[in-house]
């Protein structure tokens, strides 16, 4: 397969004794949207973040951009600026303010100078219409406004790729829409390569090129979107559809 | 009123002398707070790193300093020291010293104290933008943990300043030193002397210490307040 961007074999994971995840394969495209589902507990967000180093993994290998992983901190802290990650809660950096969060990245890991990356922070922030708040404090904003600057947090170190982890699983309803529009966007315009965990049948049905169903450690397939939404491969991720109710 | 003993303050050169001796001790506390300060945020970061045997040092090293009562600090590094180590320095520098030390081994249980309490996923979206260890700490976890160890770290200067009056042990020419001084030498004229003495050092230690003890206050209502609010 040409230009892939992302490559997993045979992870394994523990905690301690326990095996949270078993002999994972899979990969991923350059533009490619990729949604995990899967009930809680099945080893998502482990998966997820596994990807980006913020946990370690007992065997097999990652492979991004054609070079295999050397999962050692350093090696990990280079390969993070290209992958962008936001979180379920948000996590904006109170002590700095909406613009200052932003510009943390690009100048002091990308050593861009203050003005090209203060221009290109506002010019985000003009995108997901959060331009008035450049210098409130997150404390001062909604959830679903932290959440989109915390996506513009990511996007301004330019990352070839992006990890969303349930990132609208504690919003209000009715702010759940401008986030995942944003990701849309990112998606569609930018045709971003990404892997969103959610629980948003909607939403992962409307973005996803292809979905990987979890359960208990295990991906019990992997299915182009469609083709899952209609009629899964197996039993079970059915019953998990059957139950969202959605 | 010849006799009511507050005229001894006053007599010659006392009042300046006091105040003086009220400058030694707010020097010793100052600069031993400084430099305690220093220290104790560089072995309170090191304190919450992974290396076991860094740990269990620096842990040795608070406990040392928490448990030893501060006299027999002083007198340890006073009397002890010079003649074992063949280190001399003269008593308000070894004041300044102990004092140090003593800051630095409580200011690194505050510190540990506050950067561990600043949330998990703060560190993880460091990490997560790419910043290296130096970067995290000192653009998220530090900024973060000093607002929390702010009134901690006051507290912590009042109980310094107090304790400041165990220096007239080691023969500082402290301001509590100064006072007994000026007592002893005009017991025969100024009776009550003593009494105007102590309550005029009384006074001094209460304007430096009341302050610091309601500005603690007031930041860490302020703090309740931002956090809740």
């Not at chain 2, 990490?127 to 970067?135: C, D, K, W």
């Amino acid at each position: 397969m040409a230009d892939q961007i992302l490559q997993v074999e045979h992870l394994e994971k523990y905690y301690q004794k326990r095996h949270v995840l078993y002999d994972i394969n899979f990969s991923v495209a350059k533009g490619e949207v990729v949604t995990l589902l899967g009930p809680s507990g099945s080893g998502k967000s482990t998966l997820i973040r596994c990807l980006n180093g913020l946990e370690p993994y007992q065997k097999g290998t990652i492979t991004f951009e054609d070079q295999q992983v050397d999962p050692t901190e350093k090696n990990w802290q280079q390969i993070r600026q290209k992958i962008g990650m936001v979180f379920q809660s948000y996590d904006l950096f109170p002590n700095l303010t909406v613009i200052d969060n932003i510009m943390l990245g690009p100048t002091k890991v990308q050593k861009q100078s203050a003005d090209a990356a203060r221009a290109e922070a506002i010019q985000l922030l003009q995108r997901v219409g959060l331009e008035d708040y450049a210098d409130a404090y997150p404390r001062m904003l909604s959830g679903g406004q932290k959440q989109r600057i915390a996506i513009v947090r990511a996007l301004a170190l330019h990352p070839d790729f992006m990890l969303f982890d349930e990132v609208t699983a504690s919003l209000d309803p009715e702010m759940v829409r401008g986030v995942l529009n944003i990701i849309k966007d990112l998606a569609e315009t930018d045709n971003m390569t990404m892997i969103v965990v959610t629980h948003e049948m909607n939403f992962a049905q409307e973005i996803a090129d292809r979905v990987l169903f979890l359960e208990n450690g295990k991906i019990l397939e992997q299915t182009p979107s469609k083709q899952f939404f209609a009629k899964p491969q197996t039993d079970r991720a059915q019953e998990f559809l059957d139950s969202m109710d959605f | 009123m010849d006799h009511s003993g507050i005229s001894v303050l006053f007599e010659g050169t006392n009042f300046t002398r006091l105040l003086g001796g009220l400058w030694v001790t707010v020097k010793i506390a100052g600069v031993a707070l400084i430099l305690g300060l220093i220290l104790g945020i560089v072995l309170g970061v090191l304190r919450t790193f992974k290396n076991r045997l860094l740990r269990l040092i620096l842990r040795l090293y608070l406990e040392f300093f928490r448990i030893v009562p501060t006299v027999v600090l002083l007198f340890l590094f006073y009397y002890i020291l010079p003649k074992q180590l063949n280190f001399n320095l003269p008593a308000d520098q070894i004041a300044t010293l102990v004092f140090a030390l003593w800051v630095g081994a409580e200011m690194s249980d505050i510190v540990r104290g506050a950067l561990i309490s600043v949330p998990k996923h703060q560190r993880e979206s460091g990490l997560a933008i790419g910043l290296n260890r130096y970067q995290l700490y000192r653009y998220v976890l530090i900024p973060q943990a000093i607002t929390l160890e702010i009134p901690a770290t006051i507290n912590l200067a009042t109980r310094v300043i107090k304790t400041t009056s165990l220096l007239m042990l080691i023969s500082v020419m402290d301001v509590i030193n100064i006072g007994q001084q000026i007592i002893e030498a005009n017991n025969h004229t100024h009776p009550t002397g003593v009494f105007w003495v102590y309550g005029l050092i009384f006074l001094f230690y209460f304007l430096i210490d009341y302050p610091l003890s309601w500005w603690a206050k007031r930041l860490e209502k302020r703090r309740l307040e931002r956090t809740n609010g």
